[in-house]
């Protein structure tokens, strides 16, 4: 168990529609990350918060926004979903905002699983 | 900008033989992180192991060993006496010092050992 949390672990909708994944970080850290999982693409990073703040954006589609709370929790927003961006979702965690703290490593959930019908 | 290659789309071994998954990297940094993630059928991402770009020393941990050469750009990973429980996706990534630089993965290898 990495300790970060996402919810939900599945989700079916179709196009169109709008959906929002949510991730909790590991106690204490301060740094969320989203990355893209497709089959085609690999692992894709997506976007970078640190306390609140937007740090860094990768490929992520204007269709998609994110933002990070107060508690440290982050959210996912994926609007106007097309067939292809059926992927699992991973949110990562890091103590410093540069993801060197003392090791530098992101501690991954479990993914979120989305499938657009 | 940063790049990771892992050459090697798929391996399959019968148990208990070794196998050495491959990575290569490139970077203009002279200061950088290597990591090697699993991710077993399940689906999460499991950190395996981190190494900093001025520690060459290679590492042992139980049936794992990691080779840092960066004379090659290459931080390769060998499973001795496989099991299957090791068959995952083994993803290769490196992430550099300056910056907020996100971490950037190799494409990944899926590894199969058979009983």
């Known amino acids: 168990d990495s300790g970060v949390t996402q919810t939900p672990k599945h989700l079916i909708t179709a196009t169109g529609q709008r959906v929002t994944l949510r991730c909790s970080p590991r106690s204490g850290d301060l740094s969320v990350y989203w990355y893209q999982q497709s089959l085609d693409q690999g692992l894709q990073f997506l976007i970078q918060y640190y306390n609140g703040e937007e740090r860094a954006k990768g490929n992520i589609l204007e269709r998609f926004s994110a933002q990070q709370f107060p508690d440290l929790h982050s959210e996912l927003n994926l609007s106007s979903l097309e067939l292809g961006d059926s992927a699992l979702y991973f949110c990562?965690?890091?103590?410093?905002?540069?993801?060197?703290?003392?090791?530098?490593?992101?501690?991954f959930g479990e993914g979120s699983r989305l499938t657009v019908l | 900008a940063q790049k990771v290659t892992q050459a090697q789309t798929e391996i399959s071994v019968v148990e208990k033989e070794d196998v050495t998954l491959d990575c290569v990297y490139e970077t203009r940094d002279t200061t950088y992180y290597l990591f090697w993630y699993k991710q077993p059928p399940s689906g999460e991402l499991v950190f395996l192991i981190r190494?900093?770009?001025?520690?060459?020393q290679n590492e042992i941990s139980g049936r794992y060993s990691w080779n840092f050469q960066k004379s090659t750009s290459s931080f390769n990973f060998t499973i001795t006496a496989s099991q299957v429980v090791d068959s995952a996706v083994y993803f290769c990534?490196?992430?550099?010092?300056?910056?907020?630089?996100?971490?950037?993965f190799g494409k990944g290898t899926r590894l199969s050992v058979i009983a």
């Open positions: 990562a965690s890091s103590v410093a905002r540069l993801a060197g703290g003392p090791t530098g490593e992101l501690f």
């Open positions: 190494r900093n770009s001025f520690d060459e």
């Open positions: 990534a490196l992430r550099i010092r300056a910056g907020n630089t996100p971490l950037v």
